[in-house]
């Protein structure tokens, strides 16, 4: 049974920081790749980032690049994603995500549950 497990969520005012971490089980995670994914109130799910399986291939969405970098440890079996320079919009429920590269949700097999990230001005 694959589990991914988002932690790191919180509430921050505009500007600051946080980390989300995903921890995955039940797949063979140094194969996978993973994304992050962010849901607002009345809005579709939007592409945030991805990572290959090995680390060395990293896609954004335009929103979030240079500020919201995403990295992994396959040792760990855990995904992260460094959220700086937080904006009110960024203010969204966000999910990590287990599958095949790409910016669609389609690509992705697995879901995690969630994690509330709300940004105060």
């Known amino acids: 049974q694959v589990q991914l497990v988002e932690s790191g969520g919180g509430l921050v005012q505009a500007g600051g920081s946080l980390r989300l971490s995903c921890a995955a089980s039940g797949l063979t995670f140094s194969t996978s790749a993973m994304g992050w994914f962010r849901q607002a109130p009345g809005k579709e799910r939007e592409f945030v980032a991805s990572i290959s399986w090995s680390g060395g291939t990293t896609y954004y969405a335009d929103s979030v690049k240079g500020r919201f970098p995403i990295s992994r440890d396959n040792a760990k079996n855990t995904v992260y994603l460094q959220m700086n320079s937080l904006k009110p919009e960024d203010t969204a429920v966000y999910y990590c995500?287990?599958?095949?590269?790409?910016?669609?949700?389609?690509?992705?097999?697995?879901w995690g549950q969630g994690t509330q990230v709300t940004v105060s001005s």
């Open positions: 995500a287990a599958g095949a590269t790409g910016r669609r949700t389609y690509y992705y097999d697995y």
